[in-house]
T-cell receptor, first 114, second 116 residues
Framework: KAGVTQTPRYLIKTRGQQVTLSCSPISGHRSVSWYQQTPGQGLQFLFEYFSETQRNKGNFPGRFSGRQFSNSRSEMNVSTLELGDSALYLC?????????????FGPGTRLTVL | AQTVTQSQPEMSVQEAETVTLSCTYDTSESDYYLFWYKQPPSRQMILVIRQEAYKQQNATENRFSVNFQKAAKSFSLKISDSQLGDAAMYFCAYRTPRWGAQKLVFGQGTRLTINP
C-alpha cells in the first residue's frame, strides 16, 4: 500500500501570498489530520477531517483553513502568509476516528515564507 | 488542556547500549493513549510504540519498551541494544480517549545520537 503523500515537498512564498498544500492519505483511510512543526513551537495540531467534515481545530488563526474531498484527499490553505508560517507541515492519516489507531504521517511540506 | 513534557532535549548513547528517554504528561482524564514517535533525519514520522492508559502492563516492541507510571503521569521509552538506525528525534505524544478528538499532543522532542 502506498503511504501518505504530500505535495509539494518544498515551497517558497513571500509574505502576503496564499498557499495550498495537498495530502493524499493511505488508501481506505478516512481521517486526515494536519500538524505544523517549527523549531520554536514544536509539533502543533492544526485540524482533523473525517468524511469531508472538520471534526477538530487547533489554536490557529482563521488564515489557516482546510477541506477534505470525497476521496479523503485533503488540502490546507494558508492565506496572507506571515514569516512565522514558515514550517514543516505534516499530514497524517488513519482508518477512522478510533484514538488507538496509529496515525501514519507523510513526509511533510517544507514552507518557507520570505 | 493536556500537556506533554520531554525534559531531555538531547541524549547520546554508545551503540549496543541501553538508553531511556523521559516523558511526563498532565491530564485530568483517566482514559487516554500514549505514543512514542520517531522522526529520522528524512523527516517521516514513524510510530515506535503505544500504550493504553487502562492497561497496567508496559508495552514492548522488540528492542523498545516503555515504563508507564500512571499515578506519576510518566511514560519513558527504553531502547535496548541501540543501533545506528535509532538516531532520530523522538516525540512522546498523548491522545484523548477513543472516538474523541483525534489530535496528538506532542512533547518538544529528544534528539538521540548513537555513537559507534
Amino acid at each position: 500500500k502506498a503511504g501518505v503523500t504530500q505535495t509539494p515537498r518544498y515551497l517558497i512564498k513571500t509574505r502576503g501570498q496564499q498557499v495550498t498544500l495537498s495530502c493524499s492519505p493511505i488508501s481506505g483511510h478516512r481521517s486526515v489530520s494536519w500538524y505544523q512543526q517549527t523549531p520554536g513551537q514544536g509539533l502543533q495540531f492544526l485540524f482533523e477531517y473525517f468524511s469531508e467534515t472538520q471534526r477538530n481545530k487547533g489554536n490557529f488563526p482563521g488564515r489557516f483553513s482546510g477541506r477534505q474531498f470525497s476521496n479523503s484527499r485533503s488540502e490546507m490553505n494558508v492565506s496572507t502568509l506571515e514569516l512565522g508560517d514558515s514550517a514543516l507541515y505534516l499530514c497524517a492519516s488513519s482508518p477512522d476516528r478510533d484514538s488507538y489507531n496509529e496515525q501514519f504521517f507523510g513526509p511533510g511540506t517544507r514552507l518557507t515564507v520570505l | 488542556a493536556q500537556t506533554v513534557t520531554q525534559s531531555q532535549p538531547e541524549m547520546s548513547v554508545q551503540e549496543a547500549e541501553t538508553v531511556t528517554l523521559s516523558c511526563t504528561y498532565d491530564t485530568s482524564e483517566s482514559d487516554y493513549y500514549l505514543f512514542w514517535y520517531k522522526q529520522p533525519p528524512s523527516r517521516q514520522m514513524i510510530l515506535v510504540i503505544r500504550q493504553e492508559a487502562y492497561k497496567q502492563q508496559n508495552a514492548t516492541e522488540n528492542r523498545f519498551s516503555v515504563n508507564f507510571q500512571k499515578a506519576a503521569k510518566s511514560f519513558s521509552l527504553k531502547i535496548s541494544d541501540s543501533q545506528l538506525g535509532d538516531a532520530a528525534m523522538y516525540f512522546c505524544a498523548y491522545r484523548t480517549p477513543r472516538w474523541g478528538a483525534q489530535k496528538l499532543v506532542f512533547g518538544q522532542g529528544t534528539r538521540l545520537t548513537i555513537n559507534p
